[in-house]
Structures are given as structure tokens and as C-alpha cells.
């Protein structure tokens, strides 16, 4: 009598233990799926704020460590004197992750260009260090 409890005992506890495992094994599971979607959100997933600015190319250059990106400083001057001066201006800072759009910039430095990007999320070492990343380039005429 007593073996039969002590059977029927062992494989309750074999079932509870067993219903963790499996509860463990999809918890798991879930959670890898919910990381892996915030994952692609921060830093894959289009923001939205995807347009054109136009402005003069002052900086750009290959820099980086261990994963050397294309970083790029676009002069947005709002306000010119009649001198075509920039009195007032603002930086617009962007990234370019195609070698074929950065030896057109590397071309155009010190030149009126207007940019295409699109905005990121977050950034990543291989994509460089701003959120805009330049998708098209075309030079401008000086105003």
C-alpha cells in the first residue's frame, strides 16, 4: 500500500516538474520573440522622419575604430547676408553606409548638396553614428 503512494507521489511530481519545464521552455520562447522585435524596431525599422535637406557640405570623413563608417556635417544656414554668408545656421549630421553616395560627397565637400536619409531608431557601430542615414545625394546650385 505504502509502494502505491509513493509511486503515485513520484509521478505528481514528475507531472508539476514537468508543467515548469514546459512553462519555462515557452516563457523562454516569448521572450526571445519580444527582444528580437525590439531589437529590429530600435534599430532596422524605418522612424519615419525620412526627407531631404539641403545645405553646404563642411565635413565629411572615414573614421572608426574597429568598423570605419562614412560620417558627413551639412550647413542648414536659414538666414544669408547679401553676400551669401550664413548668418544663422543649424548642423545636420548624418551617415552613409553606400561606398558609391560617399565618393560623390567626398567629391562635392565644400559644395552646396542636397541629401535624401532616412531616420533610424538607434544607431549601430557598422552604421555609423547618427540616426540619418544619406540614401541619395545631387549637387546644388549656389543660391
Known amino acids: 500500500m505504502e509502494e502505491m503512494k509513493t ?3 513520484e509521478k505528481t511530481l514528475t507531472q508539476k516538474t ?3 519545464k514546459r512553462f519555462l521552455r515557452w516563457f523562454t520562447f ?3 520573440i519580444v527582444l528580437g522585435l525590439l531589437f529590429y524596431w530600435k534599430y532596422y525599422y524605418n522612424y519615419g522622419d525620412n526627407g531631404t535637406r539641403t545645405g553646404l ?3 565629411f570623413s572615414h573614421k572608426g575604430n574597429i568598423f570605419k563608417t562614412y560620417e558627413g556635417e551639412l ?3 536659414s538666414v544669408s547676408s547679401t553676400n551669401n554668408v550664413a548668418l544663422a545656421s543649424e548642423k545636420f549630421l548624418f551617415s552613409v553606409t553606400s561606398d558609391s553616395i560617399a565618393r560623390i560627397l567626398e567629391s562635392l ?3 552646396r548638396v542636397k ?3 532616412i531616420e533610424k531608431n538607434g544607431t549601430l557601430p557598422w552604421r555609423g553614428d547618427s540616426k540619418y542615414i544619406a540614401i541619395g545625394v545631387q549637387a546644388e546650385p549656389n543660391p
Open 30 to 32: 516569448l521572450l526571445l
Open 18 to 20: 514537468g508543467g515548469f
Open 115 to 117: 541629401i535624401k536619409y
Open 75 to 77: 550647413v542648414l544656414s
Open 57 to 59: 557640405l563642411q565635413k
Open 7 to 9: 509511486m503515485q507521489e
Open 109 to 111: 565637400d565644400g559644395k
